[in-house]
C-alpha cells in the first residue's frame, strides 16, 4: 500500500461534497434495504442517470454508500416484519423476527446497526491490508471450488434444522427444482416453462422470497388476527443489554473476517456469508438451542457477515474488474460509462481514486451507525400500527416491490402462489430459508458443476484435485454431522450426570 495515495485519497473522501454524497447514499441504502423486492442493484441502476453530472470519485462513492447502506436496510423489515429486504437479509429473520415478537425490536435493531458496523470496519480494514493477496487467492477458485461453496452453504442451511433435517432437505430440493425453470444457458433448451414465455428467463428469486415471507407471513398472521389484538407487544429499548452485548461481540468479530473472505469470491455474496456465518455460531454456541427463538448472537453474527461482505465483493471489483455481486456488476457498467476502468491498473494509473473510495467506506459505516441508531425509536413504533392497517401496507409494498424487478403483472400472480406456499409451509412447519437459498445458488451451483464435470471429461475426481476443494468437502461433511455428533455427546453428558444422582437416592 502506498502511504501517499492512502493519505491523498482520505483527503479527498473527507471533502465536504463527498462526505454528503456518503451520508445521502447511505440514507437511500437503508430507506430503499428496506423495501421488499428493491435491493441495492436496484436502487443503484435507478440512480445511475444522476452520476452522469457528477465527479467521477464522488459518483462511485454514492454508489457504493446506497450498497452497503441497503445491507443495513435490509435487516430492518427483516427484524420488524419477518420479511427480508434482499437474499443477504433473510438470516435476520431467523432470530431478529421472534426478538421483536418478544418485545425486543429496539434491541434487535440496535445490536443488528451496531453488529453491521463492525463488520463493515472490520472488512475495511482487511480491504486496506489485503486487497491484492486476496484477489489472487480469489482467481484460484474455478468451477469445482465453487460448486462446492455453495453445496456447503446448503448443507449448512439444513443442518440447520436439528428435529426436521428432512423437512429441511425437502425444502432444499424445491428450491433447486425451481432454479431450472427458464432457458438452459448451456444448450438453450426450455425447461419447465409450461409454455409461458414469461418463465424462460426463470423465476427471480425476490419474487420467492417477498411471496413466501412478506405475504406468506400476512396470510398466516390474518389467520389468527384476533388474537393478536389482544396480545399487544411491547417494543421495548432502543438499546441492548450489557449481557445481550456480552453473548454477541464474539459473534460478531468471527463473522467480519468471514464474510469478509467469502465476499471477495465473485457471486458468493452477502446471501451465502450470513447463512454460513450463522451455521457456523450456532455449531460452537454453548446455547444453540436458543437459535431460532430470539438469541441476540443469531442476529449479529450475520449482520455482521453480510456487510463485511459487501465491501470485499469491492476487491474483486476494483482490483480485477470482476463483478462478485449483483450490485457490484451494475457498479462496473457504470464505472466505465463514468470513464473509470476498474482493474490492476486502477491502483497505479488512479490510486486516489481507489483509495479516496475505501476511505468513504469507513466513513460511511460510522455515518450509518449513526442514521440507523437514530432511526430506531421511529422504526420500532411500527409494531403499535394495528394489524389490520399494517397487513394492507406490507402487501402493497410487496406488489410494489414485486412489479419494478421485471414490469411484468404475470409476477403478481407468481407472488400469490409463493405467498400461498410459504403459508402452507408455516402451516406444515417446514424451514423456509433452504429453499430460498436453494433458489438463489441453485443456477450457478448447477452450471459450476457442469463446466467443472465437463473440463475433467466426466471425472469427479476434479472435486478432490486441490486443497481448496478437499477443504470445501471436508467442512461440508462436518456442517452435516457435527450437531448430531453434538447431540450425541449432550446426551452421553447427560447419562454421566444422571448416573450419580441415581446411586444417590439408592443409598
Do not use: C
Not at 437459535?291 to 474483486?316: H, Q, R, T
Not at 461433511?477 to 444422571?498: A, C, E, R, W
Request: hydrophobic share 50%.
Amino acid at each position: 500500500m502506498d502511504g501517499g495515495s492512502f493519505i491523498n485519497g482520505l483527503m479527498i473522501a473527507i471533502e465536504p461534497i463527498n462526505i454528503l454524497w456518503i451520508i445521502v447514499g447511505g440514507f437511500l441504502g437503508t430507506i430503499v434495504g428496506m423495501l421488499p423486492g428493491l435491493g441495492p442493484a436496484t436502487a443503484v441502476a435507478v440512480l445511475i442517470p444522476i452520476t452522469f453530472s457528477m465527479n467521477p470519485v464522488s459518483a462511485i462513492i454514492l454508489m457504493a454508500a446506497i450498497y452497503y447502506g441497503a445491507m443495513y436496510g435490509g435487516s430492518r423489515s427483516s427484524i420488524l416484519l419477518n420479511t427480508p429486504g434482499d437474499g443477504s437479509a433473510i438470516a435476520a429473520t431467523f432470530d431478529g423476527y421472534p426478538m421483536a415478537k418478544k418485545g425486543q425490536a429496539g434491541e434487535a435493531l440496535a445490536i443488528s446497526a451496531v453488529a453491521s458496523f463492525i463488520g463493515g470496519l472490520i472488512a475495511v480494514v482487511g480491504f486496506i491490508f489485503l486487497a491484492e493477496p486476496l484477489a489472487n487467492f480469489a482467481l484460484e477458485f474455478g468451477p469445482a471450488e465453487y460448486f462446492l461453496l455453495m453445496l456447503l452453504t446448503l448443507s449448512a442451511i439444513v443442518a440447520l434444522s436439528i428435529g426436521k433435517m428432512v423437512k429441511g432437505f425437502l425444502a432444499m430440493m424445491i428450491g433447486l427444482t425451481l432454479s431450472t425453470v427458464g432457458i438452459d444457458t448451456q444448450t438453450g433448451v426450455y425447461r419447465f416453462t409450461m409454455g409461458l414465455p414469461h418463465l424462460s428467463e426463470g423465476i427471480d428469486f425476490l419474487i420467492v422470497i417477498i411471496g413466501v415471507y412478506a405475504i406468506g407471513e400476512v396470510l398466516y398472521n390474518f389467520l389468527n388476527i384476533d388474537q393478536q389484538k389482544k396480545d399487544k407487544k411491547k417494543v421495548g429499548k432502543v438499546w441492548f443489554t450489557k449481557d445481550q452485548w456480552k453473548r454477541s461481540k464474539w459473534p460478531i468479530l468471527r463473522s467480519g473476517p468471514l464474510g469478509f473472505l467469502i465476499g471477495v469470491l465473485p457471486g458468493a455474496g452477502g446471501s451465502i456469508a450470513s447463512m454460513i456465518s450463522y451455521t457456523s455460531e450456532k455449531q460452537i454456541s454453548k446455547r444453540s438451542e436458543e437459535f431460532g427463538d430470539g438469541a441476540a448472537e443469531g442476529l449479529a453474527a450475520p449482520e455482521s457477515a453480510n456487510n463485511a461482505a459487501s465491501v470485499g465483493a469491492m476487491i474483486p471489483l476494483l482490483t480485477m474488474g470482476i463483478p462478485g455481486s449483483g450490485t457490484t456488476a451494475v457498479m462496473l457498467g457504470a464505472l466505465i460509462m463514468l470513464g473509470l476502468r476498474p482493474g490492476p491498473l486502477l491502483f497505479e494509473q488512479q490510486p486516489e481514486t481507489a483509495w479516496a473510495l475505501v476511505n468513504s467506506m469507513f466513513l460511511g459505516n460510522i455515518a450509518l451507525v449513526i442514521i440507523n441508531i437514530l432511526l430506531v425509536g421511529l422504526l420500532v413504533k411500527i409494531l403499535d400500527t394495528p394489524a389490520k392497517v399494517l397487513y394492507p401496507i406490507i402487501v402493497l409494498l410487496a406488489f410494489i416491490g414485486t412489479y419494478t424487478l421485471s414490469y411484468s403483472t404475470m409476477d403478481f400472480f407468481l407472488l400469490l402462489i409463493f405467498g400461498l406456499f410459504g403459508l402452507m409451509m408455516k402451516i406444515m412447519d417446514i424451514p423456509i430459508a433452504p429453499l430460498v437459498l436453494a433458489l438463489i445458488v441453485g443456477t450457478d451451483m448447477e452450471q459450476n458443476f457442469r463446466m467443472a464435470v465437463l473440463s475433467s471429461n466426466g471425472s469427479l475426481g476434479i472435486f478432490f484435485s486441490s486443497g481448496v476443494s478437499i477443504a470445501l468437502v471436508i467442512l461440508t461433511l462436518l456442517s452435516l454431522f457435527y450437531p448430531l455428533i453434538i447431540k450425541l455427546v449432550k446426551k452421553k453428558s447427560q447419562k454421566n450426570t444422571d448416573q450419580p444422582e441415581q446411586v444417590y437416592k439408592s443409598s
